[in-house]
């Protein structure tokens, strides 16, 4: 199961614990409201049932049946590292880094790199490493390499820790001001900037105090933007 941004599982008749913060009033009906998936587990004795139901508002989750071992099959097998259970050691991290001549954002967003590393995270990630995610991860250093994979590690354990709740994220953290997208709001509580520019494909919070691009790189980009026009 890939819950994708809003999927989640609900047993009937037990005080479960959501496995996500609830977005969603799913009701009290069985099956809840937004089911997408139903499934009834039979048990030891005769009626001894439990239902799970697989819920999703927004339907960006997916259930796949697989035969054997789902992690040697696509899309499971393609994956890459899990910064949380499997992150690599430094010197793993940096070869794989190095391989790759894309802005260093795309590279954290590339589930084959790095599995679950979405785009606040990558943003996160990048910001408390001092990190512009336009610079190229093969002419990224040995310590910033060393800082990015120490605090990608931190913000994801940090995030599973607080359960997905924004609310208990810490206070400095760049995520709770990172979405005034367009607004005055967009800078940080010391009144340094925010900005938002496309890389990788997506839209990325900057804080160019914090966040810059090497004299070369920086050059060049400017150099692309004016041959655009």
């Not at 989750?61 to 259970?85: A, C, K, M, W, Y």
């Not at 979405?118 to 001092?130: K, M, P, T, Y």
């Not at 997506?202 to 920086?218: E, N, Y």
Request: hydrophobic residues 40%; contains cysteine; charged residues 25%.
């Amino acid at each position: 199961m890939h819950f994708g941004m809003t999927g989640d599982i609900k047993f009937k008749d037990m005080a479960d614990e959501p496995i996500r913060i609830e977005r969603f009033n799913l009701g009290t009906d069985w099956p809840p409201k937004y089911t997408k998936f139903w499934m009834i587990f039979s048990g030891a004795d005769p009626g001894d049932e439990v239902s799970m139901a697989f819920t999703d508002p927004r339907r960006l989750g997916r259930v796949r049946l697989v035969d054997n071992d789902p992690t040697v099959q696509p899309p499971l097998s393609e994956l890459g590292f899990d910064p949380i259970l499997s992150p690599p050691t430094l010197e793993i991290f940096m070869e794989l880094a190095r391989k790759r001549k894309v802005p260093v954002k795309a590279l954290l967003l590339d589930q084959k790199f790095s599995a679950g590393v979405g785009n606040w995270i990558a943003d996160e990630v990048l910001f408390q490493s001092r990190i512009h995610p336009a610079q190229y991860a093969h002419t990224l250093s040995d310590a910033q390499l060393a800082t990015m994979l120490e605090r990608m590690v931190y913000i994801c354990k940090t995030a599973v820790k607080c359960k997905g709740d924004m609310r208990n994220f810490p206070k400095e953290w760049l995520f709770h001001y990172r979405w005034g997208k367009g607004k005055n709001v967009n800078q940080l509580p010391d009144g340094r900037k925010i900005i938002h520019d496309t890389v990788g494909g997506r839209t990325t919070a900057i804080v160019p105090d914090v966040q810059k691009l090497p004299g070369k790189v920086a050059v060049a980009k400017v150099a692309a933007v004016k041959g655009s026009k």
